[in-house]
């Protein structure tokens, strides 16, 4: 198993930035992928970004550029650092973990075997 926690969301002005964190216990972190996801009230779940064991990453489109995603592994930490925020990336966010090692990155939340609980991000225009 793989336990992972989210901190970090809060309440933000349109064009303020966040931090997100997702500290992560149990099995190896290294060797994993690992994702960030988001839901708005009324959708679906959303891939943001996923960074794979070897530090390669994946941005979404609609946060390319404004997003990024990156890890410690010392830390057993994932991070998702957010700058010029919109309301449109109002949601709540998820960290995920792939069940396996080494695995590629994947924007399909079907392919990550842990979830943490969220963490809400709430941004006013």
């Known amino acids: 198993q793989v336990q992972l926690v989210e901190s970090g969301g809060g309440l933000v002005q349109a064009g303020g930035s966040l931090r997100l964190s997702c500290a992560a216990s149990?099995?190896?972190?290294?060797?994993?992928?690992m994702a960030w996801f988001r839901q708005a009230p009324g959708q679906e779940r959303a891939f943001v970004a996923a960074i794979s064991s070897n530090g390669a990453t994946f941005h979404d489109g609609s946060v390319k550029g404004r997003f990024t995603i990156s890890r410690d592994n010392a830390k057993l930490t994932l991070y998702l650092q957010m700058n010029g925020l919109k309301p449109e990336d109002t949601a709540i966010y998820y960290c995920a973990a792939r069940g396996r090692a080494y695995l590629s990155t994947s924007s399909s939340s079907h392919d990550y075997a842990y979830w943490g609980q969220g963490t809400q991000v709430t941004v006013s225009s």
């Open positions: 149990g099995r190896p972190f290294v060797s994993r992928t």
